[in-house]
Each structure stands twice: as structure tokens, then as C-alpha cells.
């Protein structure tokens, strides 16, 4: 079956780096891109960006240009989002989701504290 | 950058019918989907592509999408349907999530 695996949680000083892993298995890695969201603490739902394993190919929301970065490990089907410049209103789960024209299967969620 | 506005909470007695809708300009023109997170969890796709439901999901939920405004439906909710629901759509190469609301079953 798929999963989505993800990092376990993080404590951060602000501006630090943070990089979430996201391990999938049970599916073609490569077929179908890796999507970051995220929910600061009793808020909704935030999109980040989205990364096409096959090609790395990448595309970012407009608020997190220039700040993230997603990535991934082939061998390791593995994706993974690094966060820079973190401030305290990063604090939030951050998810992986595949993307199937809409995002069937979610990651357990990584908890990144900064203070 | 394209909004979608949904109501902060819904009230529903048990075993009525409960609508959540999330309104968006011409909303009718895209394919919205639904996920429902309960406290903790992350979030499980309910309805996709406006009226269709995965399978596990009960048929209690369905989905309605025209003009400027999509509606989950939850006919006979349950008290384990409390939980917040997102709306969700793909406008100008990002996706767009609704703000959440939050049901709560009587």
C-alpha cells in the first residue's frame, strides 16, 4: 500500500534551517509529484509547493520563494523540503502529499518548533 | 491570487443534514476537492472532482459545484464527522485551500 513516511519532529532558533524528509513506498516514486502543505498551530491548511521526482522540476507558492527548496533522493524514494530563514510564524506540521489530480495520500505530518 | 472563502463552523444535529459550502469567483469552472482532518490527523480526502467519493469513503458524503459556490453535503451525519473540513482547487499553477470549518455534530 502507499506511504508517505515523513522526519520526525524539529526544535529550531530562528534563522535556522530546517529539511523534512518524506519516504515514500508502494508506488512508482517517479510517477507522480511530491507536494509540501503546511498548518501552523489551530490554523488551515497552506500549500507550498509541489517537486516532480522524475525530472526535479519544482514549482513554489508565491510567500516561500526564495526561502525553500524541494528536493529528492531517487535510490531513496525519498523527497525532502528545506526551509531557510525560519522565524517563530514557521512554527507548524509540515506534510507531504502525492499529487493524483488531487492529494489521495498525505504523510503522518513533521512538527518544526522555532524559537 | 485566487480565494476560496468557507464558513468557520457548522452546526448539524445528529442524524440531520449537514452543508459545508466553499465559495470561490466562478468556482463552477474548476474541479474542487474535499478533505476532512480530525483533531491531530492529517487530512483524507472525502470528495475529488466536485461529486466523486474514494472508495471507503460513506455515502453520506457527496459534493455539488456550480457558479460561484461548491458544497460538501453530509446527509445523516454521524458524531465521528466532527472534524474540520478543507475545500481545495488548482488556479494559476498553485493550489488553493479553503480557510476550514469546523463541524460539530449536536
Known amino acids: 500500500q502507499v506511504q508517505l513516511v515523513q522526519s520526525g519532529a524539529e526544535v529550531k532558533k530562528p534563522g535556522a534551517s530546517v529539511k523534512v524528509s518524506c519516504k515514500a513506498s508502494?508506488?512508482?516514486?517517479?510517477?507522480?509529484?511530491i507536494n509540501w502543505v503546511r498548518q501552523a498551530p489551530g490554523q488551515g491548511l497552506q500549500w507550498m509547493g509541489w517537486m516532480n521526482p522524475n525530472s526535479a522540476n519544482t514549482g513554489y507558492a508565491h510567500q516561500f520563494q526564495g526561502r525553500v527548496s524541494m528536493t529528492r533522493d531517487t535510490s531513496k524514494t525519498t523527497a525532502f523540503m528545506e526551509l531557510t530563514g525560519l522565524r517563530s510564524d514557521d512554527t507548524a506540521v509540515y506534510y507531504c502529499?502525492?499529487?493524483?489530480?488531487?492529494?489521495?495520500?498525505w504523510g503522518q505530518g513533521s512538527m518544526v518548533a522555532v524559537s | 491570487s485566487y480565494d476560496l472563502t468557507q464558513p468557520l463552523s457548522v452546526s448539524v444535529a445528529l442524524g440531520q443534514t449537514a452543508r459545508i459550502t466553499c465559495v470561490g469567483n466562478?468556482?463552477?469552472?474548476?474541479?474542487v476537492h474535499w478533505y476532512q482532518q480530525m483533531s491531530g490527523q492529517a487530512p483524507v480526502v472525502v470528495i475529488y472532482r466536485d461529486t466523486n467519493r474514494p472508495a471507503g469513503i460513506p455515502e453520506r458524503f457527496s459534493g455539488s459545484n456550480s457558479g460561484n459556490t461548491a458544497t460538501l453535503t453530509i446527509s445523516g451525519a454521524q458524531g465521528g464527522d466532527e472534524a474540520d473540513y478543507y475545500c481545495q482547487v488548482w488556479d494559476s499553477y498553485s493550489w488553493v485551500f479553503g480557510g476550514g470549518t469546523k463541524l460539530t455534530v449536536l
Open positions: 466562478n468556482i463552477g469552472s474548476k474541479s
Open positions: 508502494g508506488y512508482d516514486f517517479a510517477n507522480y509529484d
Open positions: 502529499a502525492i499529487n493524483y489530480f488531487h492529494f489521495p495520500y
